[in-house]
C-alpha cells in the first residue's frame, strides 16, 4: 500500500539553526500539507501546497517557514532560524483530490520529531 | 471559522468497558467532512473514518461504530468491548468540503484512552 514517508524521524538542533524536514507524498497525489503537534496537545495545520505554490496557510506558518517542492517526489518544509517553541512533531500529509465528492482522505506520513535546544 | 472541541480530554475505563469519546464542531458551511483519528503511542495518526456532511447514516466497523447528528454538530465515536490495544489518544477532525485551495483539516484536542487491563 502506498505510504507518505518522512526523514528524519527525530531531528535535534540548536536555537538558531535552519532545518529541513523532508517528506515523500504518495506518487500520484497533487495536494500537500504540513502540520505540526507540540507535544500533548492538538495537531495544528500550517501550510498546504498546490501546483508548486502555497495554497493556504496558518497563522503559525510566519517567514521562519518555508516550503518547497525541489523535485517530482520530495516536499520539504524549511525552518530558518529554529527556535525553542518549534520543538513538536511535524506531520507532512497528502491527498489526491480535496474537493467534493471524489474526496479521500488526507495521508499522513509517521511525522519528524524535531527538539530545539 | 471552524473548530472541534473534545470536552473530554481523558478517559480510562476497564477492558471489555464501552466506551463514548464525544466530539462538536462549528461550522459556517454547509457541507463539510468530519474524521477521526488514533494516535497511538508511537506518534503516528491512523486514520478512522470519514463522514460526510450530507450522510447522517451512522456507521459501524466492527467493534467501531460512529453516531453522526447534524442537528447537534456532534460526531461521536463508539468503542464496544474496549481492548488495551484502544489505548491511545483520538481526534475529531473537520474539513472543508469544495474548498479547492486548501481542505486543511482542524484537529480537536484529542481525548486521551486509557484501557486497563
Known sequence: ?117 | AQKVTQAQTEISVVEKEDVTLDCVYETRDTTYYLFWYKQPPSGELVFLIRRNSFDEQNEISGRYSWNFQKSTSSFNFTITASQVVDSAVYFCALSDFDNNAGNMLTFGGGTRLMVKP
Open chain 1, 1 to 117: 500500500e502506498p505510504e507518505v514517508t518522512q526523514t528524519p524521524s527525530h531531528q535535534v538542533t540548536q536555537m538558531g539553526q535552519e532545518v529541513i524536514l523532508r517528506c515523500v507524498p504518495i506518487s500520484n497525489h497533487l495536494y500537500f500539507y504540513w502540520y505540526r503537534q507540540i507535544l500533548g496537545q492538538k495537531v495544528e495545520f500550517l501550510v498546504s501546497f498546490y501546483n508548486n505554490e502555497i495554497s493556504e496557510k496558518s497563522e503559525i506558518f510566519d517567514d521562519q517557514f518555508s516550503v518547497e517542492r525541489p523535485d517530482g517526489s520530495n516536499f520539504t518544509l524549511k525552518i530558518r532560524s529554529t527556535k525553542l517553541e518549534d520543538s513538536a512533531m511535524y506531520f507532512c500529509a497528502s491527498i489526491a483530490n480535496p474537493g467534493g465528492r471524489a474526496y479521500n482522505e488526507q495521508f499522513f506520513g509517521p511525522g519528524t520529531r524535531l527538539t530545539v535546544l
